[in-house]
DNA sequence: TTGAAAGCGCTACCAT
DNA sequence: ATGGTAGCGCTTTCAA
């Protein structure tokens, strides 16, 4: 009870043995809890086990178990932070999967540190994980490719411009940015503003940001728009700034769409800064969490980005992988989903 | 280049030293990078290694190279997840602590289960963590001193009823209520409510939420208010219903001091259903980030809750006392800071 | 520069 | 119910 510290530095199950007058067998059996042990010897070498401090070699146990690597039901969601400024956006993603290791019983690892392919291999070599989510996928992303050919399983939340046979679940951008644009034309507005990602995530590959521009293009043609956006760091101010610029650009424009909801409040603070309130003399759509949307005032009308609902999803789809290696491969592109609220309204003057 | 497939399974240093048709000592320095090998060996070797597609088992190469536990270059953040509704808040912190393990050259680890004496012991036996992080500390909490008894590094973000020893970071909530209750009073105040985390939290001792139900008795006394609070989830429609409440027990209330900003729109909400605006009608004051601050309309006055620094100087302080465990304990107590944003004001008809 | 062999701490099989 | 012992895959002297 009393003793205070760990000689365990070098005790081995030897030195337990020997302390406890048994076999080095005997000790390793009751270490593994086999059930032939007399209740009295247990009980003695569990106290000499207790008293010393001691804990076996992980090492050692793996290696002698045969097991090449333990299952370590840990999973493991890669975030590269250099990539992104942490948004809320990412967060909720952290809770859903969080969520899902807690109902299944398996840990949940976060890793922000942007990864090679020789530290991605040693995460499973070295028995760190069994399974890992990828985001931040790029549309030519390298590691589905590794990991596929190392039989390491993996599921991505985004995909690749080619990927046939990962798992994956991702939001249909180019999607999302038709229906927020068509949704405004519909309501009248014909002069749209615009505020996307920074062009260097689009530069990067980012999926989302080749996406979303993709969509805007494509948005544009269909309703027969002039372009007219912003590709900035969506920081309140950075939008706030992008705001101005817009309306510099094109007073008469009554509308504006925003892919990032916790920074949209740069943009109605520009607003109201240019005698412009939301929804009243200007509407406000953008690609935002329920969370987000309803903590910003007006409530924003906004295309539904179920960021936990996709990390959620994201686990289960990886721990059910790792229970059915076999299993048919998941895919699941979430089609957008408009949710109306607060901060759109029919432009002034408009039919 | 093309072999497709991992009949790595079973591979040994044995079948590469034969492959190759070099002894297994050979391979063993190529693997660790030793220079007494002929660079063409060496070249031979490595092209047999990476034909196969073998990759050493760690388990043996530690157990061999008598690394009782490899410094694994990870810390844990704890953060059961069982005990609050994850908000906003917690969410910073992780923000905060992954910034600080990136810029450390350290992984960052996030664990939500809730553990047991065991399982977190085995975090560190089974060599997964080099030290943790301890969130949701209770003011009797059971685990600085069993890891203590351990020697195994830690930080808490929070601190326990008695924690001289123990390495922490902690805001000082007692004196941020009554910072914040001291504010409104000085505007000119005298009937305010109070909303504050759920009982269950203080039932199972909390510390912040302890503490903050201990600031509010002082603050009480210290300015001879009448007591006018509820205890609530943090949730938009929950505080709703809680400022309803208070609404309904004190019509002549003028302020309100929430300790969850990401809430508090339930409480601005339900001040404009019953005719007050925000700041002119009522105050509200709150205890948020900066962040959630910004994005709450009106801005929040706040007392500010860097929720992200905490993180990140609760990680460089673990990651400190990694590399120099001997150095003495850090105990940092942050003091409240006010923030006068835009969501309070002097009361209608005060001096 | 290379090879042979002795363990690392533990498990698992075979005896007893 | 218990003990003896042969490896697990690798590193590391020590010789050659």
Redesign the pocket.
């Given at each position: 009870m009393i003793q205070s510290s760990e000689s365990s530095e070098?005790l081995?199950?030897?030195d337990i043995a020997r302390l406890a007058?048994?076999?080095?067998?005997?000790?390793?059996?009751i270490?593994?809890g086999k059930?032939?042990?007399?209740e009295?010897?247990?009980q003695r070498v569990l106290k000499v086990i207790h008293d010393t401090g001691y804990s076996?070699?992980v090492s050692?146990?793996r290696?002698?178990?045969?097991a090449?690597v333990a299952k370590s039901r840990v999973i493991t969601l890669l975030f590269p932070m250099d990539h992104a400024e942490f948004t809320q956006l990412e967060l909720d993603f952290f809770i859903g999967a969080a969520a899902s290791c807690s109902k299944h019983d398996t840990f949940f690892n976060l890793m922000t540190e942007p990864m090679d392919a020789d530290h991605l291999l040693n995460l499973f070599r070295s028995g760190q994980t069994d399974g890992v989510i990828l985001m931040q996928i790029r549309m030519d992303d390298w590691r589905p490719e590794l990991l596929t050919r190392h039989d390491y399983p993996f599921v991505m939340i985004g995909r690749t411009s080619d990927n046939q046979h990962y798992r994956y679940i991702d939001l249909d951008f180019d999607a999302a940015v038709e229906t927020a644009i068509g949704y405004l034309v519909e309501q009248g507005h014909r002069r749209i503003g615009f505020i996307a990602r920074p062009a260097s995530a689009r530069a990067q590959q980012i999926g989302p940001s080749v996406r979303i521009m993709s969509g805007y293009q494509r948005a544009l043609e269909r309703y027969r728009l002039a372009p007219l956006y912003r590709e900035v760091k969506l920081t309140v101010p950075d939008v706030y700034e992008a705001t101005l610029e817009l309306l510099d650009e094109a007073p008469e424009l009554t509308a504006i769409f925003t892919v990032h909801g916790a920074s949209s409040p740069g943009a109605i603070r520009a607003l109201r800064d240019r005698d412009r309130l939301v929804p009243d003399d200007c509407s406000v759509v953008a690609l935002a969490t329920e969370r987000i949307a309803q903590l910003v005032t007006p409530a924003l009308t906004a295309i539904n980005f179920p960021t936990d609902t996709m990390g959620y999803q994201a686990a289960t789809m990886l721990i059910n992988a790792l229970q059915q290696p076999s299993a048919p491969v998941e895919q699941i592109l979430l089609q957008p989903r408009l949710a109306v609220r607060e901060s759109a309204s029919t432009p002034v003057g408009a039919t």
């Open positions: 070098s081995t199950i030897a007058q048994v076999s080095v067998s005997t000790v390793s059996r270490l593994n059930p032939d042990v007399a009295v010897t247990r076996p070699d050692a146990q290696l002698a178990s045969g090449t």
